[in-house]
């Protein structure tokens, strides 16, 4: 033990949020020590989502937990930090929390600083966003037992102002990190082991670093290795090139999944929700993609019930899905956030009963159009990233094929002289049955190492 205190860190919401919290640990590790076990924790910081109410009141709850911890531990400190931070910073302040830190996504590097301030008895706060902080500069230092997957922050930040969203007003202004940073992140990566990278951004389709674009970007990780595997998330769909495309199809390690939220398939809702495109031009991105790579994953996000939505609107969002056939969604109702510009100009009158029901219906027909999808893919044979051990046991395996579907197979240990499959391992196997979640199937052969 190297006697420094420890610090533990719980994280809600986006994959940015996860990512975030390893530049946390980077920055706080000449002081702290991690664990596991918020009981066992000096200082405890809490990164948090602001997109949905939900999310948010998991996290007072949690916090209520933490504050009775710390009744009985008074040295304790606790932090929140992310985009409730920027959001609700006065409320948090003056609730009963016990909250020593509040911290904006922007602010973390000032986070040693503040901490010495709650040891003098005042509270730490910083919640200024910043045009041009990226953190490129940070090696993250990566959570957790996995070593085959890593997120790479490109960009931080967004200003499409969709009209129902908190991001621009707790993320700020969009800037993208230098390429040369990415790539070196990317590169490090692979000397460590790491077989597959996602890089997030709020609208990846948007990043630009002096001449170079995402589509650009994409290419230059894509020549760092050709067995590391690269995935992005997440894609607006106003900004989907043909370029982009492209360069998916032509790189072997560009996993071929696309996530592209639509949210509605009303033009009318689209444009009340300031989304920049409508039903059509949608749709000829889809196309697009089928187009360009005609067995390319396609996921997406639908909001339910917002401000304004009629049954018929409705009925063009479950029409659009169909036409879509999307494998896989994230699905929610509508869920008002103070600040923005719908809170502000439109009414949040659709019932709530009704909210659930279309959300309902909207689930069930993505089941349908998942289980449909993925009975198509029995009797295929997919090239398999493995990730860990199954949750149904120790025999088995899983990982995720290049539409980022979960595959689950059995491991080949002891059949023909193969040996048993470990997490990196890129392994092909041959799909034999399935849900609307998860293929399932055999290893029939290693793949390359």
Not at 128 to 155: C, F, H, K, Q, W
Not at 167 to 196: H, N
Not at 353 to 373: P, W, Y
Request: charged share 30%.
């Amino acid at each position: 033990m190297s006697g420094k205190p420890l610090l533990y860190i719980e994280t809600y919401g986006c994959q940015m949020n996860f990512a975030d919290s390893e530049i946390l640990v980077s920055l706080l590790q000449d002081q702290y020590d991690t664990t596991r076990e918020h009981a066992q924790a000096d200082l405890i910081l809490v990164n948090t989502c602001s997109i949905r109410e939900h999310a948010e009141q998991r996290v007072f709850n949690r916090l209520r937990e933490f504050a009775s911890l710390k009744r009985k531990r008074p040295g304790l400190r606790i932090g929140l930090v992310g985009c409730m931070a920027e959001r609700l910073k006065e409320e948090l302040l003056a609730s009963d929390l016990a909250i020593d830190l509040v911290v904006g996504p922007d602010a973390y590097r000032s986070i040693p600083r503040l901490l010495s301030l709650v040891e003098s008895g005042r509270k730490g706060i910083d919640v200024l966003l910043s045009e041009e902080e990226t953190y490129a500069d940070i090696l993250p230092v990566r959570l957790g037992d996995n070593r085959v997957s890593a997120y790479i922050s490109i960009m931080r930040g967004c200003q499409n102002y969709c009209s129902y969203c908190v991001v621009p007003y707790t993320r700020g202004k969009e800037r993208s990190r230098d390429a040369a940073t990415i790539v070196e992140e990317a590169a490090s990566l692979v000397r460590q082991g790491y077989r597959e990278v996602t890089l997030l951004g709020q609208n990846v389709n948007s990043y630009r670093a002096g001449e170079v674009d995402f589509p650009g970007l994409l290419e230059k990780v894509a020549l760092v290795s050709p067995s590391l595997r690269i995935r992005f998330s997440t894609s607006h769909p106003k900004d989907l090139s043909d370029k982009l495309l492209s360069v998916m199809a032509e790189y072997p390690n560009v996993c071929k999944a696309i996530h592209l939220p639509v949210q509605s398939g009303s033009t009318a809702m689209l444009k009340k929700m300031n989304r920049k495109y409508d039903r059509q031009s949608y749709m000829e991105r889809i196309e697009a993609i089928r187009r360009a790579i005609p067995d390319c994953g396609i996921s997406t996000d639908i909001i339910a019930g917002f401000c304004g939505e009629t049954e018929e609107d409705h009925r063009q969002t479950l029409s659009l899905m169909r036409e879509a056939g999307y494998d896989s969604a994230f699905m929610f109702k509508y869920s008002e956030r103070p600040g923005t510009f719908a809170s502000k100009h439109y009414p949040d009158d659709v019932p709530e009963e009704v909210k659930l029901r279309r959300l309902n219906e909207i689930i069930d027909l993505q089941q349908s159009l998942s289980l449909e999808s993925n009975r198509r893919d029995v009797g295929k044979v997919f090239e398999i990233l493995a990730e860990g051990k199954s949750k149904k046991g120790n025999d088995q395996y899983f990982g995720r094929n290049t539409q980022n579907k979960v595959v689950v197979f059995d491991n080949p240990a002891g059949e023909d002289g193969q040996r048993p499959v470990s997490p990196g391992d890129y392994v092909k196997v041959r799909v034999e049955s399935c849900t609307a979640a998860t293929l399932a199937g055999q290893a029939c052969f290693e793949g390359k190492a």
